[in-house]
């Protein structure tokens, strides 16, 4: 009777045991479900606290969780960042949210491949632009209007073979030869397919 009792007792464990699994399975399925998206690559999070940290982060306006492990920029709604269903920034609106510094080389890593918008407008951002942002191979609009940017808009940015629109007036630009653009950036404009604001 004891040895029944034994058996009886280690299998309701284990049908227990195999519910609770199921049961948290289900949950954890609703939770992405519901948040329509998963979480953010270790990569694509990384270039967005270095670009935090170099633009005095704690200052901005609306800030970000940067340093709770836990917060996620897709799952945690960080402000200006749009995320697709794979959980991948698809879109950075910054825009008039009180950056300060420079954009720092190290920003646009290849983890940012899935980014179509980058708007870092109406900020207090200096230094020249790096020639990095042309990693971010899918861009389609970058909006850098109205900082202070300095130097020279660099040629590498007419490697962005997707972009549609470009937007850079209003920075401390070095023009030569009385144009800011270099001409192998004005080529994107000249084939119809990208609007250049640059005044």
């Given at each position: 009777m004891r040895?029944?009792?034994?058996?009886?007792?280690?299998?309701?464990?284990?049908?227990y045991n195999v519910m609770l699994l199921t049961c948290l399975?289900?949950?954890?399925?609703?939770?992405?479900?519901?948040?329509?998206?998963?979480?953010?690559s270790r990569s694509e999070r990384g270039a967005l606290k270095v670009l935090y940290w170099a633009t005095q982060g704690p200052t901005w306006k609306r800030q970000w969780d940067v340093q709770n492990v836990l917060s996620d920029p897709c799952l945690n709604n960080w402000y200006g960042i749009v995320c697709d269903?794979?959980?991948?920034?698809?879109?950075?609106?910054?825009?008039?949210?009180?950056?300060?510094?420079?954009?720092?080389?190290?920003?646009?890593?290849?983890?940012?491949?899935?980014?179509?918008?980058?708007?870092?407008?109406?900020?207090?951002?200096?230094?020249?632009?790096?020639?990095?942002?042309?990693?971010?191979?899918?861009?389609?609009?970058?909006?850098?209007?109205?900082?202070?940017f300095l130097g020279q808009v660099p040629a590498t940015l007419s490697q962005l073979r997707f972009l549609e629109f470009l937007e850079i007036q209003g920075n401390q630009f070095d023009a030569v030869q009385g144009e800011i653009l270099p001409e192998e950036v004005k080529a994107l404009g000249r084939n119809g397919r990208c609007h250049l604001i640059d005044r």
């Open positions: 040895r029944l009792q034994f058996i009886t007792i280690k299998a309701c464990s284990v049908v399975l289900s949950l954890h399925s609703a939770y992405v479900h519901a948040a329509g998206t998963v979480g953010t269903h794979a959980g991948h920034i698809k879109s950075i609106h910054l825009a008039n949210n009180n950056l300060v510094g420079s954009i720092p080389p190290e920003f646009p890593r290849p983890g940012l491949r899935f980014l179509k918008e980058l708007d870092l407008s109406s900020n207090f951002l200096t230094g020249p632009l790096p020639d990095t942002l042309s990693l971010l191979q899918g861009l389609l609009v970058l909006r850098l209007d109205r900082n202070n």
